[in-house]
């Protein structure tokens, strides 16, 4: 084959994977599930923990950011309520998040109503989000006590990250976006800025939440 010949098959080659990528690679972003209803949400920790308005401004974020992408889908109503999950319980669910292994219903989330429920707990573990055939999702937020929570816009990235999850959403890879995660290296203190900002969706991702919540979604 001359150079030239090469060179332009190549290019085709180029060209054809260009055409299928995107969309190969939103899909491999996706955890398999999305909402067939708006989910209500219910925020259950302390009424003056900082978590709460920021739990309230992830949700904006979302929302949002749907709306600007003209998806039918929206985050439904936040509830405030006092319960907790005993530290031990959410601890050992995260052992399970981070191990690849899908964690049971903690029975102590039967009671709270709401579709996703949001821990706000006091405990030290890696935060999580599970969703559980049921339909019930667990947003599990770790102390904001502990680093890195402590350092200047991290909560409010990790929680609008796990927000992610509870919507569909597995990590990538790219340190400078919301949903970087294992087994990339990335880890929550990189969200840390002196800017109070959420860190933006890779093109991949925005594209892959209208695929899986599109502008004629609506509830059934
Ligand atoms: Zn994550």
Known sequence: MRRRDLIVSLASAALCTYGVMPERRAM???????WTKV???????????????????????????????????RLGAITQRPEIVPDAV???????????????????????PGDIVVALSNA????????????KGLVAIKSGHAYPMTLPN??????????????GFAHNA?????????????????????TEHYFPLTADEKALLLQLYPPDWHAH
């Open 28 to 34: 491999a972003a996706g955890l398999g599930f999305a």
């Open 39 to 73: 989910p209500v949400i219910t925020a259950i920790g302390a009424a003056g923990d900082p978590r709460q308005p920021l739990t309230r401004d992830a949700v904006t974020f979302w929302n949002d950011t749907l709306a600007g992408l003209r998806s039918g889908f």
């Open 90 to 112: 959410i601890a050992g669910m995260s052992q399970r998040v981070l191990s690849g292994t899908k964690p049971g219903f903690a029975p102590e989330l039967a009671s709270i």
């Open 124 to 135: 030290d573990f890696i935060s999580f989000s599970t969703h559980w055939a049921s339909g």
């Open 154 to 167: 991290v909560a409010r990235n990790v929680i609008a990250h796990e927000f992610g999850h509870a919507i």
């Open 174 to 194: 790219d340190p400078t976006k919301l949903m970087c995660g294992r087994p990339a290296p990335c880890r929550p203190m990189e969200f840390q800025s002196t």
